[in-house]
């Protein structure tokens, strides 16, 4: 147990240092959220009055297309260097691997989620700061982020590769986009933490069945 | 080389009788709902489509499972066949619903979570086809397809559920109070006469399309063995 948290802190400092370093990823997932936010203002009417409701909606829809762009780049960097057998020998059980990239693409997509709040909190003078909201937030980047290092691991091997990810992960994630598209709207327009616990719950729930499926068959998806 | 061996010839025959039996019984015996009129008649083939539509996929994340465990690739074969006539009774519940709800709900489509969670789930399993023709190699196919097939059945009953939080009005007929579409008991028979039709079906064209799917890998086989061959005798020249 020891040794296999020991790998997945080595695998996140890896994987985040390197993209420190370039920050290709970050920049582009940034340009990409904040023009998405942009398509959004001029393709729906952003009223004052319906601003409120549909916040949610824009911000999760920004975050998750932001999202795919990372998760398309999550594994390609040991696919293309041939590393993935390294990586399979450098850690005791395989399950550590997923664990590390799926805390990866969490932190990146927490990291966006971070830059692009307080940017649509000035644009539209809402502040989006309120704790129920991010809590909604973090949940739905760690379902989001539990499916989707799974599907990424299987995508970057095959020939449509980025292709190929949103429309296998899309679908599989409707439950989640549901859950924090409502639970995130009734929080901002003032409901109290109780009225939404029912998405809450089926955020954990998708959560926990998800990253234990996940770490049950990630090593079918890795190992030749 | 139509029928395998008698077994099947046997299923598949007494499915196409029961198919028959049921189409009858729709036709004939079923009454005319008091309501919905006769269009009400489409349920009968529109419940079982879907029954079969979630028994196929189930059975593709059960083959799943007992492929990641026992690497015998007969068991994708079924997984896939699975997939692709549950792909295609889905697309038949989804069509004689739109039949009935024309007439009935006065719109084509409704968000409803039945009418969503099939959908999702057949976008889902077109994924699942369009992931296996990305990958050549066929142990490595049927590995992303368990996995794939594995997690994406998992995800049914979550996106169900959570599109039941938001809004239902699709006729509950088993298992409710409120009584939506009171059925008498030659409805009933109807009905489970076409599901037990449609099951048969469905398990006769699973055995089919199974040995094709055989047929096909040991064709790969054969043709990627040829030009080894081939590419061989030009080394050698």
């Not at chain 1, 409701?53 to 696919?79: C, D, K, M, P």
């Not at chain 1, 966006?112 to 989006?128: E, G, R, T």
């Not at chain 2, 998992?154 to 169900?160: E, R």
């Amino acid at each position: 147990m020891k040794d296999w948290l020991h790998s997945v802190r080595a695998l996140v400092w890896k994987d985040l240092l390197q993209e420190w370093r370039s920050k290709d990823m970050l920049t582009a997932m940034f340009a990409f959220a904040i023009l998405t936010l942009f398509i959004f203002n001029y393709a729906i009417e952003l009223s004052p009055v319906n601003r409120a409701e549909i916040a949610s909606g824009i911000i999760w829809v920004v975050i998750v297309f932001a999202g795919t762009l990372g998760l398309n780049r999550s594994f390609t960097s040991e696919q293309d260097q041939g590393c993935f057998d390294a990586l399979v020998m450098a850690v005791p059980d395989v399950s550590a691997i997923y664990f590390g990239k799926m805390l990866t693409n969490w932190l990146v997509m927490l990291f966006v989620s971070l830059l692009i709040l307080p940017i649509y909190s000035l644009l539209y003078n809402q502040s989006l700061f309120n704790a129920g909201f991010i809590l909604v937030l973090v949940l739905g980047a760690w379902c989001y982020s539990a499916a989707g290092t799974l599907i990424a691991g299987m995508t970057v091997q095959t020939r449509m590769r980025d292709l190929l990810l949103p429309i296998l992960l899309f679908p599989i994630l409707m439950p989640v986009n549901m859950a924090v598209v409502k639970a995130a709207g009734g929080i901002l327009a003032g409901a109290p933490l109780v009225n939404v616990q029912a998405w809450l719950v089926l955020l954990a729930a998708y959560g926990i069945i998800v990253t234990t499926v996940s770490i049950l068959v990630f090593e079918y998806v890795i190992r030749e | 080389m139509l029928f395998a061996n008698k077994n099947l010839k046997l299923l598949s025959f007494l499915a196409l009788l029961l198919i028959l039996a049921a189409f009858a019984m729709v036709l004939f015996y079923a009454p005319i709902e008091l309501n919905m009129g006769i269009v009400q008649k489409v349920f009968y083939f529109h419940v079982s489509a879907a029954w079969i539509g979630m028994l196929a996929f189930l059975v593709a994340a059960v083959c799943g499972i007992v492929y990641l465990n026992k690497k015998q690739l007969k068991f994708d074969h079924i997984a896939f066949s699975a997939v692709e006539i549950g792909l295609l009774f889905t697309a038949i519940a989804n069509f004689t619903g739109m039949i009935w709800a024309k007439p009935i709900w006065n719109t084509w489509w409704t968000w409803d979570p039945r009418l969503t969670t099939m959908t999702i789930m057949a976008f889902t399993y077109i994924g699942y086809l369009l992931l296996r023709r990305g990958v050549d190699n066929p142990e490595k196919r049927a590995r992303f397809g368990s996995v794939y097939a594995i997690i994406g059945f998992a995800s049914v009953p979550l996106t169900f559920f959570s599109s039941r939080l938001l809004r239902t009005i699709h006729p509950t007929i088993f298992g409710a109070d409120t009584g939506d579409m009171a059925m008498i008991p030659a409805m009933y028979q109807t009905m489970g006469v076409s599901i037990i039709a449609f099951t048969f079906l469905f398990a006769a064209l699973l055995w089919h399309r199974s040995i094709l799917a055989a047929r096909e890998s040991e064709l790969d086989t054969l043709r990627a063995q040829t030009e080894a061959l081939e590419f061989g005798e030009v080394l050698d020249d």
